[in-house]
């Protein structure tokens, strides 16, 4: 097989879905996270010996809840739908993948957090690249942790430029709606 003959519209098209079935239960939490945040940090308000907080008000325990719970939400219907005939083959997702997709994805979110404090940076400020893809690091670690040879049956070179070039604009997007719609101070 050619490189030509890997690289056909089809081909395109079955690697960007296969990449957004795998990442919307890493996806969606954050949004959802944002949204229904609020309430008791995380860190429990405690600042380190730099002066700045472990993670800031932005990281509570409702809105982890409520983003992971979204992420296995939407991850039990692609398991459900996994049993029923599906038009193109899609990764199969497991209980655990799609939890170590969800919990990872605000992991790594609030890993960033911790070293944007450590750095000095506000909550809300930009740190480009980084606030784009904490997500995806996150997500992937975890999943690497509970089952690493899901990622290599699934994950295949164009399935993560496909991960690599729909997160910033998904985040994009999704920071601009919540920019507009009053959820987020920031439009980043």
């Known amino acids: 097989m050619t490189l030509a003959d890997a690289i056909t519209p089809g081909a395109i098209g079955l690697a960007a879905l ?22 008791r940090p995380i860190d429990g308000g405690r600042v380190l010996r730099d002066g700045y907080r472990v993670l800031g008000n932005g990281k509570t325990w409702r809105g982890f ?29 497991t209980p655990m993948t799609v939890f170590a997709l969800s919990a990872g994805a605000l992991l790594g979110d609030m890993a ?26 996150g997500a992937f670690v975890l999943l690497a942790l509970v089952d690493p040879g899901w990622i290599v049956a699934n994950i295949s070179l164009p399935v993560l430029v496909f991960i690599v070039i729909l997160t910033p604009l998904l985040h994009r997007a999704m920071n601009l709606i919540g920019y507009a719609a009053g959820i987020k101070e920031e439009p980043w």
């Not at 450590?118 to 995806?136: E, H, I, S, T, Y």
């Open 18 to 39: 296969a990449a957004c079935w795998i990442m919307l239960p890493a996806w969606l939490p954050n949004p959802i996270a944002a949204l229904f945040g609020g309430g």
């Open 65 to 93: 809840v409520a983003g992971v719970l979204a992420g296995l939400a939407i991850g039990a219907v692609e398991i459900a739908v996994q049993g029923y005939p599906l038009p193109v083959p899609l990764p199969a997702q």
């Open 112 to 137: 960033k957090s911790f070293f944007k404090r450590r750095l000095g940076k506000d909550r809300g400020a930009a740190w480009p690249v980084v606030d784009q893809f904490d997500l995806v690091v």
